[in-house]
């Protein structure tokens, strides 16, 4: 295990304790956008708010390393502890909760981390979405320049806006992402490093966090606890081997850091494992197929964009047909509930007709409209339960 370092931020306890209770986002109080406006106000940057509180804890620091754990989930830390015993000791003495933005899905997160912004302002609304007039559904994840990044999120960046204050800021991600519109939407403003993997991420991160003698920030990302779980469970075999390569790169990172410097560990959801009987396949039942043209979101979020004059219907079958396993709303409804964060006027068409959330562990596949690999995924996210909103801020000075 790396050596200890004092607490850098007052611990503060998840405020619900059952997994599969219901979490709304702390916008402006404790939540994922939080963080980097959070880095800037520590690094000097004029005008940047500090919503987490961290500027008296990390008085004096020049240097911000930023890594996003994909899918590191509060409520896994304890699952991954004897796997990633650094994790869990700074879990419990640097560590604390934040939510995610909704949905708990990474392309709504990285933005969201990125850009300092809810959902709502900066337009990235789900893992997929439907391109306003037309019929094509947008993979966010396989996005490359159509639509254009900096139109369909035209919010700037924290990177940006660090580096108009002469922060020295480098993004360090894998090699296949640079340049992808995920990246520009999130990340634009940074210098981008590619790493294959946790050594070179580690290694990378701590040369930039070091390069040059002025105030910088440095922003990581490493996707492979997510996949693992995405394709095996939490707590596979695969997942295990996963979240002690977190491990061992949390514990590089820490022991490497500069007297002047403090790394914030954080994650942009949580996942949890959805057994065969709790999953309701749309395309194989007709009622679910009535009235609606295109189906967006992802299993735990579905948006459905549904044709003239059908809303009440679907809202009716989808309803009668899920029944507990799913909350149906429409669009109106969840705007006015607040879970996007104020959502732009230009924004709102991406957003289905009507929003399905799913309760529990259920999930609403699509094995006609979807690629086939995402209805036999194993571990799921996007919902707003606890497992999936709850993500770790860890908070390490050097």
Request: charged share 20%; aromatic share 4%; proline share 9%.
């Amino acid at each position: 295990m790396a050596r200890p370092r004092r607490p850098a931020a007052p611990l503060r306890p998840s405020p619900v304790t059952d997994p599969l209770g219901i979490v709304r986002p702390r916008y402006g109080d404790g939540s994922l956008a939080d963080v980097l406006p959070a880095a800037l106000a520590v690094l000097g940057v004029p005008g940047a708010a500090d919503p987490l509180g961290l500027g008296v804890a990390l008085a004096g620091v020049r240097r911000v390393a930023v890594l996003l754990v994909d899918g590191l989930g509060w409520y896994q830390i304890p699952t991954a502890a004897p796997y990633a015993p650094t994790l869990a000791g700074l879990a419990a003495t640097v560590g604390r909760p934040l939510t995610s933005g909704f949905p708990s899905t990474t392309p709504t997160s990285l933005v969201t981390l990125g850009t300092g912004a809810a959902p709502g302002a900066h337009g990235v609304l789900g893992f997929t979405m439907r391109v306003p007039g037309t019929d094509r559904v947008l993979n966010h994840v396989e996005w490359g320049a159509d639509p254009s990044p900096t139109r369909w999120q035209p919010v700037r960046t924290q990177l940006e806006l660090a580096r108009a204050a002469g922060v020295a800021v480098t993004v360090v991600s894998r090699p296949e992402f640079g340049g992808s519109g995920l990246t520009v939407a999130a990340n634009r403003g940074g210098d981008y490093r590619g790493a294959a993997g946790v050594d070179a991420l580690a290694e990378r991160m701590l040369a930039a966090l070091a390069a040059g003698p002025g105030p910088t920030l440095v922003s990581g990302y490493h996707p492979d606890l997510d996949r693992h779980g995405h394709l095996s469970g939490v707590d596979s075999v695969p997942w295990r081997s996963a979240a002690a390569d977190v491990d061992r790169l949390l514990a590089r990172l820490v022991e490497g850091l500069p007297p002047d410097a403090a790394l914030l560990v954080t994650a942009d959801h949580g996942q949890l494992d959805v057994p065969a009987a709790d999953r309701i396949d749309l395309d194989a039942d007709p009622r679910l197929r009535a009235g609606v043209a295109v189906v967006a979101g992802e299993p735990r979020v579905r948006y459905l964009h549904v044709t003239p004059g059908a809303l009440d219907d679907v809202v009716a079958a989808w309803s009668a047909v899920l029944g507990a396993a799913a909350r149906v709303r429409t669009r109106e409804e969840v705007v006015a509930a607040g879970w996007f964060g104020p959502v732009a006027e230009e924004h709102l068409p991406r957003i289905g007709d009507v929003v399905v959330v799913c309760n529990g562990t259920h999930a609403v596949t699509a094995s006609r409209s979807e690629p086939p690999g995402v209805a036999r995924l194993v571990a799921y996210h996007g919902a707003d339960t606890a497992a999936e909103m709850t993500v770790p801020l860890l908070v390490v000075r050097g």
